[in-house]
């Protein structure tokens, strides 16, 4: 991420805080962004997904403890940057996260948001929000907190309402180029089958079943691609 790299590029930051860090995938690119000696340190409920994080390569000093971003067990102003990457959109209070994040980071530190975006996408990135979409679907049935992804000019007012002021601002691809191969586009189709049948017995699975075809014939044509991500780098007021 070398916007970001060059953004904090002499910039006095010691500790960072990833915030709903999952298997780990942004704070790798944090660790590769900061220099070897600032200190960062991944939260997750998830123990499951903390297990996963801790198998991970990373340069420099990483830790991670079990915790949820709405009640973060830390100081006021101990960060001197805040991160959050494709979490907000599975916040059931993104607001009260966000008042932990602005509450944990320095008066002069950063808060950065990276998420998922529902607009400007190519057809392949198109075939992940499907993907996603019918995944987030089936875990409200569940009773999981899950939203379809916002559009970008709406993840902005959500942090511009939250008093969060941007500083920096651009859009991120996690996978630069479509994947056509046929071996891969598979593992994806399997993924969108697992999900329907979640639905089985359920009123809404008829509806959603007709999808699978129609994923099937998008995935052969244009490929997959995960969806861009637009970044954030703010500061509190």
Not at 105 to 111: M, Q, R, S, T
Not at 197 to 223: C, H, N, T
Not at 224 to 232: I, K, L, T
Request: proline residues 3%.
């Amino acid at each position: 991420m070398e916007k970001l790299a060059s953004y904090f590029e002499g910039k006095p930051v010691h500790r960072v805080l990833d915030i709903g860090t999952g298997s780990g995938d942004f704070i790798r690119l944090l660790s590769q962004v900061f220099l070897p000696e600032v200190q960062l340190i991944g939260v997750d409920p998830s123990n499951e997904a903390l297990s996963e994080a801790e198998k991970g390569d990373y340069s420099g000093k990483v830790s991670f403890l079990q915790m949820e971003g709405e009640n973060l067990h830390f100081e006021d102003e101990t960060f001197d940057v805040v991160c959050m990457s494709n979490a907000m959109h599975h916040l059931a209070n993104p607001e009260k996260t966000l008042s932990e994040m602005k509450r944990v980071v320095k008066h002069d530190g950063w808060l950065v948001i990276a998420e998922i975006v529902s607009d400007g996408l190519n057809e392949a990135q198109e075939n992940q929000k499907m993907l996603h979409h019918l995944k987030s679907f089936t875990d409200r049935k569940s009773g999981i907190s899950h939203r379809e992804t916002w559009t970008e000019a709406e993840v902005l007012e959500i942090i511009r309402s939250n008093q969060i002021y941007p500083q920096l601002t651009f859009s991120y691809n996690r996978m630069p180029d479509p994947v056509t191969d046929s071996a891969k586009l598979k593992g994806w189709e399997q993924q969108f089958a697992s999900h329907l049948r979640s639905l089985q017995g359920q009123p809404e699975y008829e509806e959603k079943s007709k999808l699978m075809e129609i994923f099937q014939e998008r995935l052969l044509r244009y490929g997959f691609q995960q969806a861009r991500q637009v970044v954030v780098v703010g500061m509190k007021q």
